[in-house]
């Protein structure tokens, strides 16, 4: 039986919540490659090269068409990038480092996924950030240079409380986004579960009494209540902010 194709502006708002995972991909080799070491090699030359403000180096690596997609979905050209490196203002120290890193090699052309971990210190005041980038290279009279990066924000792990299981047999039921598309809420012993028409079943982990998340995602669900204390709908809101409500049918 094939599955329902949820409409885009369903996928945005809650098909992070309920959509299968998935595995993390294979590089196109198993053994550590020249390749590989290159890579890994620039990447890490790259960001230092930024952190001091290094135009020449990156003028040699970044192709002449070169783009990048930052986390926010903004596009810069190669020009923008190398008018905005001026280095560090002082008082405050840049560190990024490379983790998880993963190379495709096709010859003169490569892949490199990694996730960059920023940690900025402005005077005494922390701040560390996470993204999942994808960064292509081009090999050209034997020199590798890279041709775009897209960067994806990575958020930060939500924590889970304890809460009483009891409250979750107010949640449970059947909450309707279309009549073809079914939220159903489930509990099981001391867990409350999510699935959604054709798709796989979560746990939904509280962070209050009423909001709830999926181990991984960014997303939340949040159960209102009428001035009765009856569950009347849900919201699916998504990490950057854009919400759904889904009334509560059964």
């Keep these: 039986m094939k599955r329902i194709l949820l409409p885009a502006i369903l996928l945005l708002a809650i098909v992070s919540l309920v959509s299968a995972q998935t595995t993390n991909p294979k590089p196109a080799t198993e053994k550590t490659s020249n390749t590989e070491q290159e890579l ?10 930024l952190v001091r403000g290094d135009k020449a180096f990156l003028d040699r690596l970044l192709a002449d068409t070169f783009i990048e997609t930052s986390s926010d979905g903004r596009i810069y050209t190669r020009a923008q990038i190398m008018e905005s490196v001026k280095g560090l203002p002082a008082g405050v120290k840049i ?20 996730r960059r971990v920023e940690r900025v210190d402005a005077n ?50 059947q909450y309707e986004i279309t009549p073809a598309l079914i939220i159903t809420i489930t509990r099981e012993g001391e867990k409350l579960m999510m699935q959604a028409t054709g798709q796989a079943k979560y746990e939904l982990l509280p962070e209050s009494e009423i909001t709830f998340f999926v181990k ?17 709908h849900l919201v699916a809101r998504q990490s950057d902010g854009q919400e759904l409500k889904v009334k509560k049918i059964r």
């Design 216 to 232: 991984g995602q960014g997303s939340q669900v949040i159960f209102v209540k009428d001035e009765k204390g009856q569950v009347t």
């Design 40 to 49: 890994k090699q620039i990447t890490r030359e790259k960001f230092d090269a």
């Design 95 to 114: 560190s990024i480092d490379i983790e998880d890193a993963q190379v495709f090699d096709h010859g003169d052309t490569a892949l490199m996924v990694y």
């Design 124 to 173: 005494g005041q922390k701040i560390e950030s996470q993204n999942r980038v994808t960064d292509t290279f081009i090999r050209r009279d034997g020199r590798w240079r890279t041709v775009s990066s897209q960067a994806t924000r990575i958020p930060a792990e939500r924590v889970s409380i304890k809460v009483d299981p009891n409250t979750y047999d107010a949640y449970a039921g």
